[in-house]
């Protein structure tokens, strides 16, 4: 056997994704692999799958495709594809038709099993596991990877909304809650370990604890949270609007380490439409969660997520969704063009929105947002804001690069000592994704 084995692992998708990457991973350096980058001379490559949208199917497609190659000029590569793609209801037998080259498929509920089918492979077997149903419990789950500044930490799994768009229920079952003790223990590790911020993932982390008895909610998981020694940023994502408490916005409030920001997704702006998604609800309760937000956090950040062009959505609808961005100005926003999902409920709907007119649309959001993204950050010149310093800068290793609270991202001139610290940052250049700044004092 080998004794320096590589493995590459390439993650498609959100934050969830990512965080089930880093966990087989994980499971893969338990079994004697080394972390790399180098594809051509990888002895193991992973895919971990996102099937929320078409375009990132196509991506993943194409990437097995090129593995292909890397196959036949390797035929000792072992390459293994895990996660929501491989999940969908039909999907495996479909993919293993046209990907023979493939050695491992494995599910989203199966995670923690990888190492069984990657012994499996080894041995030359082509192995495919994929459960309907998670069989064990959750906390069988490898925990983040210590030794980072920054750290994703699984508070939930699976979804129960049933957004008519949405296959994540499908892919992910339904809602199941880690105990707010083993989630504690794992930051507190993850801290002696030198990290310093934590991003608390669930599909909906406002539905975290609706399970428990005696009641124990999010915003009791988040004041445990904010008590833990020598962390010093905590973040979180995703709130669904109809589930966002006046009692989590005032805990956000009152904290000392939560940060400032609310990823909420509004989808759209039409009340026609968000009902015809399934959101469970409308524009002006929407309006009111926010108005709540900055009631409480006056210079809170605010991103969401849209899809123009959802079936049956007229251009009144469409110019209700420009309406209420112009009225919000969120910092940031991740726009879309709807696709269909095979499973999904919005896939059957006959109103199809043509698609010259997704295209023309998602332009005119995507104007609106850019504006809206430059005023945001050019109201931040000349004031000063705690910044969390992550590392040098990709565009320009000679300088520095961290976030505020709001998760602004801002490159300045410092020494590499500071990574890891907190540190005031006054805003000099203000452009529509970066801020510019300069070192002031410590935080």
């Known amino acids: 056997m080998k004794k320096d084995k590589k493995v590459v692992t390439l993650a498609y998708g959100c934050q969830m994704s990512e965080r089930d990457a880093e966990t087989l991973t994980h499971i893969t350096r338990q079994e004697g692999y080394t972390s790399s980058d180098d594809l051509i001379n990888a002895d193991l490559v992973i ?7 078409e375009s990132a199917e196509n991506k993943i497609l194409g990437k097995i495709g090129e593995l292909k190659k890397l196959k036949e000029d390797n035929p000792n590569l072992k390459i293994a594809i895990s996660g ?9 037998e479909r993919l293993k038709k046209r990907a023979p080259h493939i050695d491992i498929w494995a599910g989203t509920h199966n ?46 799994y699976g979804c129960n909304n049933f957004c008519s768009y949405c296959i994540v229920p499908h892919v992910r079952g339904r809602e199941r809650s880690r105990k707010p003790e083993e989630i504690i223990n794992e930051i507190r590790d993850l801290v002696s370990s030198g990290c310093r911020e934590v991003t608390l993932l669930g599909q909906n982390v406002n539905s975290y604890g609706k399970e428990f008895t005696p009641t124990y909610d999010f915003a009791d998981l988040l004041q445990e949270v904010d008590q833990i020694p020598d962390l010093l940023r905590v973040r979180f994502i995703t709130s669904h609007p109809k589930d966002l408490s006046d009692k989590l916005i005032e805990t956000v409030a009152q904290g000392t380490k939560l940060c400032e920001h609310f990823h909420l997704p509004i989808q759209s702006g039409s009340n ?51 309406e209420i961005m112009k009225l919000i100005r969120y910092s940031h926003a991740f726009t879309f063009m709807y696709s269909k999902r095979s499973g999904t409920l919005a896939a059957e709907l006959e109103d199809q929105i043509p698609l010259d007119v997704k295209k023309r649309r998602l332009q005119r ?14 109201k931040m010149l000349g004031k000063s804001y705690e910044v969390l310093v992550e590392g040098p800068s990709k565009t320009n290793p000679e300088r520095l690069v961290g976030r505020t609270r709001g998760n602004e991202l801002v490159v300045f001139d410092g020494n590499p000592d500071q990574i890891g610290s907190l540190v005031n940052i006054r805003i000099t250049e203000a452009g ?7 070192i002031q004092t410590k935080a």
């Open 47 to 53: 895919i971990n799958t996102c099937c929320v949208r």
């Open 84 to 92: 929501c793609m491989v999940q969908q209801p039909g999907a495996l």
């Open 111 to 156: 995670l923690h099993d990888f190492s069984t089918l990657l012994h499996q492979a080894e041995q030359g077997e082509k192995v495919a596991e994929v459960w309907q149903e998670p069989k064990t419990t959750i906390e069988s789950t490898p925990q983040a990877e210590k030794g980072k500044l920054q750290a994703n930490v699984n508070i939930m």
């Open 272 to 322: 026609f439409i968000l009902e015809r998604m399934n959101r469970k609800y409308t524009r002006e309760y929407y309006l009111s969660r926010v108005d709540k937000i900055h009631e409480f956090l006056p210079e809170a950040s605010l991103t969401t997520d849209i899809i123009v062009g959802f079936p049956g959505e007229s251009e009144e609808d469409f110019e209700q969704t420009l």
């Open 365 to 378: 959001l995507m104007s609106v947002q850019n504006q809206n993204s430059l005023e945001w950050r050019q």
């Open 432 to 438: 529509t994704w970066t801020l510019v700044g300069d």
